[in-house]
């Protein structure tokens, strides 16, 4: 079974930055469209922003647009959420996927690992 294993949360203060990385055994990593989701207490998932399998393109949720920037790196089966200009409203598990679709059609493929918890504090 695939695995996808997040990493890099932890608590900042407001205005701070933040890397997470996803990284997984999947051999074909390169083929996929992957994507970033997070979950706040008590909310449901909310989409982050996604990358294509060749990492030229990206897209990302009015939310965090300017603030996020999705990269991979295909030789090491490897994806980065670099988050800067954190806002307390930020704080959510983030969790990596695969995914389908662009833009408003990107949907979650498969299960998500456990996840990383982001804090911000004001």
């Known amino acids: 079974q695939v695995q996808l294993v997040e990493s890099g949360g932890g608590l900042v203060q407001a205005g701070g930055s933040l890397r997470l990385r996803c990284t997984t055994s999947k051999r074909t990593f390169y083929m996929d469209t992957m994507a970033w989701f997070r979950r706040a207490p008590g909310k449901e998932g909310e989409f982050v922003g996604a990358i294509t399998p060749s990492g030229a393109s990206t897209y990302y949720a009015d939310i965090v647009k300017d603030r996020f920037t999705i990269s991979r790196d295909n030789a090491n089966n490897t994806m980065y959420l670099e988050m800067n200009s954190l806002k307390p409203e930020d704080t959510a598990v983030y969790h990596c996927?695969?995914?389908?679709?662009?833009?408003?059609?990107?949907?979650?493929?498969?299960?998500w690992g456990q996840g990383t918890q982001v804090t911000v504090s004001s």
């Open positions: 996927s695969r995914a389908t679709g662009w833009m408003n059609q990107i949907r979650s493929v498969g299960s």
